[in-house]
């Protein structure tokens, strides 16, 4: 059985993270979804892999090509990974699994997109597809293919159960009934599940995606569809066809990565889920633990790691190797931090996952997820997601708390939404930075590539490529000796 993974897509609603990255490759826990995918599928036994590029495509290569055990954890076994789950080159891709890369010029849909991929594997009976931009467990991957190999339906879909705050008007979703789907609509006004971005097809299924007539046909009364090819539309026409097309209940976490807080909503199962592979601790032969140091909870050092003097840990901890926590850190949560951060100075970490080589300095605050190189070098308060390189100035703070108590209502492409996690958070895209005295107001994203001046207090989303500074006026007076009576 092949595996095609569609990460093509233009990611339009990840502002601000939309610029610079492609969604797929976004490092969930330090490792990126599509290499998180790509190891579940292998681990339920699939070989073979068509992956579709699109935008920024390089970052999912690197993202699959790359040593996939530098600075991971595999969270099936609370084990590093050796780094030979995928090589590069067809002599190696042999042994340990094969990997096809085509590219999608045009991104019109993702039945387009799966015979593009399909034109590479014509001798393909059965196949998996794959959302390259969703977070799921090994558990429910596995549940999938197993399902698909055992049954004779033309197709196997991953569901969903829809249960509050999720919403079928903001998925594609399916009616089930026992373990058989019995229609699929975009964006209904109910359903009883949602798509969860894993299908297995037969190879009897192509000419349905052949016939993909460009659009999702199958939406409730004004329900807007883009011109696009979506699979979910070639699932229905087979479910009107009287095809058999089985439905698979997932028991875990799905997160579609598809908004910036998805990214804290995924880092928040995720670390769950490492923190259950550790029944006690791991520490690595070269790290070092001062006596005065205060640890309550499971630790999980990698090389090299030092937790230092006055040092206070509390809940669960995963430092990766040559991170140094020193001199009264307080890390209070569960905190996966990446290779060569410096974390000290009495500073404050909630839950949070920092990427590698990050610095956490003198008082400052945060919690959330920082991907790599970022600097909190001095006092600030941060809560919220910070693109790579993202420069803190000192006192910069990001507020969390309106004075109505209530969410922040964001608007992506047009439409409002409440998210249920992170509504109140900040979202800084990569190679950004802000300056002293700073002030995010709640909710407030700013784009790649940003500069947000000393004492500026920002109350609206930053457009990407954009500086902003206070413009204040002056009033210059006489002033000296004379004033105090000399």
Known sequence: MVAIVLAAGNGRKMFPFDLT????????????????LVRQLQIAGIERFVVVTGH????????????????????????RRSGETVKRGSAEAERRGEVIFVHQQQRDGTATATLLALKEVTD?????????DVVLTQKDVTALVQAHRDSNAIATVLVQRLTPPLDSRDWICAQVDGNRVVQVQGHPRDASHRLAGLFAFRKEAIPFLESNPGVMRSVPVGGMPPLEAELAQSLQMLVEAGKEVAAVETQGFVVDVDKPWHILEAAHYVVNELREQFDEDQIAPTAKIDDSAEIEGRIVLGEGCVIGKRVVVSGFLLADVGTKIVNGAILRGRIVAGRNCRIRDYCLLGDSVLGHHCIVGHGAEFEGVAFNTVYLYHYCEVFGVLGEAVDIGAATVCGTLRFDDGETVH??????EIPHIGANASYIGDFSRTGVNAILMPGVKVGSYCCVGPGVVLYDDLPHRTLVLVRQDLERREWGPERYGW
Not at 56 to 77: F, K, P, S
Not at 411 to 416: D, E, H, T
């Open 56 to 79: 920024n495509a390089g970052q999912v290569r690197e993202a699959i090509l790359g040593d996939m055990g530098q600075g991971t954890w595999d969270t099936g076994t609370g084990k």
């Open 411 to 416: 608007k992506v492409l047009g439409r409002r």
């Open 21 to 36: 990255r492609q969604k797929c490759a976004i490092p969930i826990a330090n490792e990126p979804i599509v290499r998180r």
């Open 124 to 132: 393909a009976d059965e196949f998996i597809v794959a959302y390259g």
